[in-house]
C-alpha cells in the first residue's frame, strides 16, 4: 500500500454566520470570521490517495489525472469564488473549514476510484496556523 | 545603515472592477478577479525600514513598537475586512495588490519616522506566485 | 470525525544533559547540544485535535479558544524562556525535543477535553529537518 | 511511543519509461516524465522512526546517527546522480517516486533496528504539490 | 514606480562540464555537478517587472499576461527537459544557474516591454540554499 | 554584473540587555528579549556576493568554496553557541541581530574577496517574521 497526495490551491471569500442569528449573535459566536461584508483565504488542498503500486507502470494512479480530477471538480467551483453564495456543493452548509473539507471528499470520493485508487485524506490549510484533515466516515 | 523587516498577515475579501464598467467589460479587463461575489486572500505584508543602529541599544528600532504600529494602522483595519467596501484608507480606490500597497506606505511613513527610522520597502504578498513592492516614490 | 491543528511558535534555550556526567560524558552522549552555555531554538508547536463536528455552528470546536488555551498553558510558559531552568512544567526532565512534546500532551489534555474535543498529536518542529511525533500512551 | 523524523535532501535525474515501449507509447503513459534526455527534482526525503524514549538520555535514538545512516545509506547513492543509471538499490526498477519511496524503506530498515527504534514511514516529496509516503507491509 | 514579481517552477536536468575537459578535469572543478550521467532540480523563477500603476486599472500590467509569456517563452522550453541537450536559448553556453538566469532576461524583455513594463530582476533558485539574481547589464 | 545567495542556518542562544543596566531596567527596554537565564533562535544565514561570471567555468564563484568559507568563519563559531559568552566576534557587543549581521559581514569580506567576488548583503533571519539586512558601509 503507498499513498500518493496532490496538492492544490484556490482563493475565495467566506463567511461564518447562522442565518437565524443576529449580527450581534454571529459575532459571539463566531468573531471576525461572521464578517457581513465576507473576508477570504488562500487556500492550500491536500488530496491524498492510496493503493498498490501497478506493476506495468511503477506508479499508483497517473498524478496528471489525478490533478485533473481536483481541478475539474473542486478547484473550477471554488476558485475565486464566494463560497457561501456560489458554490453548489456547499449550499445550505455551513462554509467553515471543517464542513467544506468533508465536502470536498464527497465530491472526489468516486473520481477518486475511477482512477484505480482510494481516497485516504483530505487536508484544508485556511492559513499556516490553522488546518483541518478528514478521513471519512 | 540597516534595514530591519517585520512580516505581519492578514486575510480578506477584495474585487477588481471598476463601478462605471458592465459585469462583462470587467470580466474582459480584470479576470476572474472582478468576481461581483468577491473572493479573498491570506495577504503576507513585509515592512522594510532603515535606519543607523543605536550605540545605547544595539537596534535601530524596537520591533515590538514597529509591530504595534503595523497592527494599529494597517492590520486592526483590514484584516477579516472586505478591502473595496470597509477599509477607510482604500476609499475610492482600486482594491488592487499594487495600489493597497502603495495605501500601506501612506499610512505607515509618519508613524515609522516617530520610532526613529525610515520607511524603505512595503511588500505585499497576495499567494505564494504573485507580490509587489513598493518603494515610495 | 474531523482532525483540527493550530499552530503556535515560540523561542527558548536548552541543553541535553546529565547532571551525573561531566561535561566530557555529555558531550560524548549529547554531542553539541550539551553547551553548558545553552543554545536554543525557534519551536514551532503543531496540536492536533479531533471530534465531531458541531450541527450548531459547522466546526468542531472555536479555534480562538483553542489557540488561548495553548498560549496560556504553553506559550506562556516557555517562550523566550530556558526549558531546563525556568518550565516548571519541564523541572526534573530531560530538554529534549522528545520529552517536551509528552509534557505539553499532558499539560493540554485535560483543556482540550474542556473545548469539546479530544488531543490527538502534538507534533513539535525543532528545526527544519528535525520534529516529533507524540499521540498518548 | 514517540515518533521522530529527520528531514534530508537530494538532487537527482530521473525519467519514466518502460524499456519495451517506443518513445511515443512512453509518453503516452508517462507523459513530459519520459524525456528520453531526462529531467530532475531536488528531492526532500523525511525518514519517521518510532519507539521508546530512553529513560538514561530522554530521547528516543541519537539524531545524529540516524542522520549519518540516510547520509551512507540513501543520500551518497544517490544525490546528484541518474536514478535510472547509477543507484544500484534501483536497478531493473521504475524510477518513480512510489517506487523510490518503497526502496529505500528497504535500504533503511535494518539500519534503524540497529539504532534501538523502529522505521515508520518513508516521505518523499518530488515537488512542493506531489509526494508518496509508504508504510511498510 | 511599483515592482510586481511572478513564481514559475520548472524541472529539469543539467550538468556542469566544459567539453573540452577530461571527466577528471570537470570533476575538479564543477565536482559532482559535473556528473556526465546528469542530475536535476526543481528551479523557482521569480520574473520582477517594474513601472507605473496605470490610473484606468489599478494595476501594473495583467498578471495573467505576464505569467503567459513566461510559460511561453521559458517553462514550455526548459520545463521537464535537458538543459544541456534541449533548450535552444541554452545552445553552447554552460548550463549554470548563473548563465540560465541571464539568459532567460534576454529571451523575457522584449516581451515584458510590450506588457507596458520594464524587466527589473531575473531571480533562479536551484535550491532551498543557493539562488542566483540578475538585473541586466 | 550577477549576485548568488548561499543561506546557512545556525541554532544559538543569546540575551539583549546592557550590564550596566538593572534587570527591570533591561527589561524595560528589551523586554522578554532580557531573559538573564537566556533563550535562542533557530537563525537564516542569507550571504549574498556579486561580480562577473567566469567565461571559463559559467559561474561567479564556485559555491561549495563559498558555503566552507561560511562554514569555516562563522557557522563552527556561532551553532549551538551561546552569543554572548563565546563568540570572539561579539565580544563586548550587543547580541542583536542587528550587529551579529553587521559583525559577520566584517567576518567575510576578505574571504569573500578571496574568491574573486565582492560582498553585497548579510541578510539575517531571527524567525519567519523578523529579518535584517545589511549592505557595508
Same sequence: chains 1, 2, 3, 4, 5, 6.
Avoid at 499513498?3 to 490551491?9: A, K, L, M, P, S
Avoid at 459571539?28 to 492550500?44: A, D, M, Q, R, T
Avoid at 469564488?81 to 467544506?100: G, H, P, R
Wanted: hydrophobic share 40%.
Amino acid at each position: 500500500m503507498i499513498y500518493i497526495t496532490r496538492r492544490e490551491r484556490f482563493n475565495a471569500a467566506h463567511r461564518l454566520f447562522r442565518a437565524d442569528f443576529s449580527d450581534e449573535q454571529n459575532k459571539e459566536v463566531f468573531g471576525k470570521c461572521s464578517n457581513p461584508n465576507w473576508h477570504g483565504h488562500n487556500y492550500e488542498l491536500f488530496v491524498t490517495v492510496k493503493g498498490e503500486v501497478n506493476p506495468e507502470t511503477g506508479f499508483l494512479t497517473n498524478l496528471k489525472l489525478l490533478s485533473q480530477l481536483i481541478k475539474d471538480r473542486i478547484i473550477e467551483k471554488v476558485d475565486h469564488k464566494n463560497i457561501n453564495m456560489e458554490v453548489a456543493f456547499m449550499k445550505d452548509k455551513f462554509a467553515s473549514t471543517e464542513v467544506l473539507a468533508m465536502s470536498i471528499w464527497d465530491e472526489l470520493e468516486t473520481g477518486v476510484q475511477a482512477l484505480g485508487a482510494s481516497l485516504h485524506c483530505i487536508k484544508l490549510h485556511e492559513s499556516e496556523n490553522n488546518f483541518v484533515e478528514y478521513f471519512g466516515n
